[in-house]
């Protein structure tokens, strides 16, 4: 068994209730899942390649997944990422979201990331 397998001080990343894509991310899955592998948790967020090919904000993260999850990755090795700013703004609505994500909308993080990659430009 894992638990049993790591040293007790190695985090064990997770990708999410739906497993290497997942579109939610719970409390209770990430809670369930730390139960499994007895490891605190990072979370590997590989729907952030999708945040980026689609220009969408980060979403579908629950607002306090922070109590279980202690850190954050999104992986943007997908498709092209790079694109333009789409990189950028995954990244900036991934960061606004792991900033607080208590008070995190999609929406005005969305449109916070649109005006500041506007003034890069």
């Known amino acids: 068994m894992i638990r ?24 209770a899955g990430a809670r369930a ?8 948790l990072g979370l590997w967020d590989n729907d952030a390649g999708r945040f980026s090919q689609d220009r969408k904000p980060c979403r579908g993260r629950a607002a306090d997944l922070s109590t279980v999850v202690h850190s954050y990755m999104g992986n943007l090795v997908t ?12 990244l900036l609505t991934s960061l606004f ?5 208590r008070t995190y909308d999609p929406a005005a993080a969305a449109t916070t990331a649109e005006r500041i990659l506007a003034r890069g430009s």
Do not use: I, K
């Open 79 to 90: 498709g092209d990422p790079w694109r333009g700013t789409n990189g950028e703004f995954a």
């Open 33 to 40: 899942y730390a139960d499994a592998v007895g490891h605190e």
């Open 4 to 27: 049993d397998a790591l040293p007790a001080d190695v985090r064990v990343f997770w990708t999410g209730d739906g497993g290497v894509f997942s579109q939610t991310v719970t409390t």
């Open 97 to 101: 979201y792991t900033w607080n994500p």
